[in-house]
């Protein structure tokens, strides 16, 4: 009986000790993931961060906002400006990636040619997150994305429209970002809602910036004159760069011309209680809070959602003076 007793703990001694060798020995099935009890915390976070440029009052608030975050919270921030070019954005992940940072984040100038960078920011078994743009690339190359659902933007921006041109009308659009997931998105969401008694006669891309706008916006001018009854501006910058140009031509802004635009910055605020712009769609640029926190959990090894969508509203000139003192960007 005493031989069989110790038989049995001798085999039991055995079990343990292949199970802790087995235990510590399991390589990690995520390379991001840290040592069990070796969290990171925000002071730890070393953080890249490739933004896109400062095209528009908007990009100034989100920059703001990832800076700012950064330095409320503690976390080390490398922060660079792509001027609006992919390759500048490619070349700043790979500084990113030599630097061995914790996470990177980015805002994709465009929606394709992604990939190779991306495979190699996980080879290198760094997360990514995509903050305000996306990119089209498979799901194994991104932690997750964090930003606007642009498709409803548009479709919010259709429907707007609608209701201002209840007898239908003549349009004009100017495009955002030739490429970009805003761009894209807008112009589908819009032509998903809008009704059929208004014409699309003209859309052409005014790359995001005030001067782009208005730029465009004297070309239409010059070639339909008074036949244009409304404008579609994927953003604010090019709807206020618009505005300039319609009053330099001779007509009203919000009046001759109605006008639907994107992002609800503080521009379009001050232009809906001068009577010149008629809707802004909000898209929240304050993406900060919200990055470091998905960015501390993608590096704590955290599964995260493909898509954290952020909250957005649409705000017309009735109540602009009233929540213009409130607007933070
Ligand atoms: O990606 C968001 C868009 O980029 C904003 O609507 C536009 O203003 C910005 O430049």
Same mark, same amino acid.
């Given at each position: 009986m005493k031989k069989v007793g110790l038989i049995i703990a001798v085999i039991l001694v055995v079990l343990m000790m292949v199970g802790c060798s087995s235990a510590t020995e399991e390589p990690a099935s995520d390379s991001a993931a840290p040592a069990a009890g070796a969290e990171k915390s925000m002071e730890d976070l070393v953080v890249g961060y490739a933004q896109i440029g400062a095209e528009s009052e908007w990009r100034t608030a989100n920059t703001a906002s990832i800076k700012g975050e950064a330095e409320n919270l503690g976390v080390d921030l490398k922060f660079s400006d792509a001027q609006q070019k992919q390759e500048n954005q490619i070349a700043a992940i790979r500084s990113y990636i030599a630097e061995d940072v914790d996470v990177i984040g980015f805002s994709p100038v465009v929606e394709t040619g992604w990939e190779t960078v991306l495979q190699e920011v996980k080879d290198a078994g760094i997360p990514v997150i995509m903050v305000d743009r996306r990119a089209d690339v498979p799901r194994e190359l991104y932690a997750t994305y964090l930003g606007s659902d642009f498709v409803e933007e548009g479709k919010k921006a259709g429907n707007e429209m609608n209701n201002l041109l209840p007898e239908g009308g003549k349009l004009v659009e100017l495009v955002?970002?030739?490429?970009s997931a805003p761009a894209n998105d807008r112009y589908s969401g819009f032509r998903e809602t809008?009704?059929?008694? @208004?014409? @699309? @006669?003209d859309s052409q891309s005014g790359d995001f910036t005030r001067a782009k706008g208005k730029e465009v916006m004297e070309a239409f001018l010059k070639k339909y004159g008074e036949e244009i009854t409304a404008l579609y501006a994927h953003n604010d910058d090019m709807a206020i760069g618009a505005i300039q140009a319609i009053e330099e031509f001779g007509l009203k802004p919000g009046e001759d011309i109605k006008i639907v635009s994107i992002d609800a910055v503080r521009g379009a605020f001050e232009a809906m209680i001068d009577g010149k712009l008629n809707v802004t769609v909000e898209c929240n640029p304050l993406l900060g809070p919200q990055f470091y926190e998905l960015a501390l959990r993608a590096v704590n090894g955290e599964e995260l959602p493909e898509w954290v969508p952020s909250e957005e509203s649409v705000y017309y000139p009735d109540n602009a003076e009233e929540l213009l003192p409130e607007r933070q960007y």
């Open positions: 955002g970002t030739v490429g809008l009704n059929d008694n @208004i014409e @699309i @006669i």
